[in-house]
């Protein structure tokens, strides 16, 4: 398992992504949609439209990371008691966790 740091920032991408994007793609989106620094080591999710594909981005100050989640759907993480509750938003915004 890769340890993420203590306080490091979660923003969840609201609407769907093109899975097929790869992390420039991603970190593109989240330069110029979102607004923030996708190298500034903050941790951003993509759902695909489908609903059983998820994407994060993180980069630890060392390398760019794709972590894949091929499985996820809101029903599945409810059932395991995670109550993710995946909002849908206006194109472009943003969410930030604490």
Known sequence: MIPIPTGVRVWLATGHTDMRCGFPSLALRVQE?????????GLFCFRGKRGDLLKVIWHDGQGACLFVSAHFTA????????????????????????
Do not use: F, H, I, T
């Not at 949609?33 to 080591?41: E, S, Y």
């Open 75 to 98: 029903q599945a993480a409810r059932a395991a008691g995670r109550g993710v509750a995946w909002r849908r938003g206006p194109a472009g915004s943003s969410e930030r966790l604490d």
């Open 33 to 41: 949609v979102l607004k923030r620094d996708a190298m500034g080591g």
